[in-house]
């Protein structure tokens, strides 16, 4: 199975600041990468799909690139209820898919 | 309103069985695929199953094969899962949730359902 690797596994940031979170792939993927959001007790929600087709309705500071093995999900400017833990998660083979183990955000 | 609503999670002791509903409401339940992924306490998402839109193919994560069975029906717009001989590993919160594709598996999860806990203890 293609493994998923995050880095980091948390951050701190401040409201307004760009952050970025990698996920990196253990063989190729193409484009197949999607980003999720997960806050405190909530169901996940897709933001990202395809490595960068922003989700209807996701605010447009968040933004996705790459491809191959390597992938970013970029935050342009942090607003507070940014604050959750984000996963990505391949969709390369079937019909099995992982995600990544995680990258919690919190704001300072 | 696009909704899932899962529903049967539980306290169960080893080796007894549990069956999880999802009821699906807004969208053309009958086009699109359905997953089920779960999250242990405390830890990161693990897709467990998924069933094509016409209930004609399915596939289970190496973990639950020969003990989840993934169903649904599409004239109640409900998916299934039957859970036999659950383990205290089995433990998570299970999710169901839509494919992105539709009448085509894309293996994107663009619905999540609120879901139900699932405790596996003696």
């Known amino acids: 199975d293609i493994q998923m690797t995050q880095s980091p596994s948390s951050l701190s940031a401040s409201v307004g600041d760009r952050v970025t979170i990698t996920c990196r792939a253990s063989?190729?993927?193409?484009?197949?990468l999607n980003w999720y959001q997960q806050r405190p007790g909530k169901a996940p929600k897709l933001l990202i799909y395809?490595?960068?087709t922003l989700q209807s309705g996701v605010p447009s500071r968040f933004s996705g690139s790459g491809s191959g093995t390597d992938f970013t999900l970029t935050i342009s400017s942090l607003q507070r209820e940014d604050s959750a833990t984000y996963f990505c998660?391949?969709?390369?083979?079937?019909?099995?898919?992982?995600f990544g183990q995680g990258t919690k955000l919190e704001i300072k | 309103q696009v909704q899932l609503v899962e529903s049967g999670g539980g306290v169960v002791q080893p080796g007894t069985s549990l069956r999880l509903s999802c009821a699906a409401t807004?969208?053309?339940?009958?086009?699109?695929?359905m997953h089920w992924v779960r999250q242990a306490p405390g830890k990161g998402l693990e897709w467990v199953a998924v069933?094509?839109?016409?209930?004609?193919?399915?596939h289970y994560v190496d973990s639950v094969k020969g003990r989840f069975t993934m169903s649904r029906d599409n004239s109640k717009n409900t998916l299934y899962l039957q859970m036999n001989s659950l383990r205290t590993d089995d433990t998570a919160v299970y999710y169901c949730?839509?494919?992105?594709?539709?009448?085509?598996?894309?293996?994107?999860?663009?619905?999540w359902g609120q879901g139900t806990m699932v405790t596996v203890s003696s």
């Open positions: 807004g969208f053309t339940f009958s086009n699109y695929g």
């Open positions: 395809s490595a960068s």
């Open positions: 949730a839509k494919d992105l594709g539709w009448l085509l598996l894309r293996r994107v999860f663009d619905i």
């Open positions: 998660q391949h969709s390369y083979t079937t019909p099995r898919v992982t």
């Open positions: 063989e190729s993927i193409s484009n197949y």
């Open positions: 069933i094509s839109y016409d209930g004609s193919n399915k």
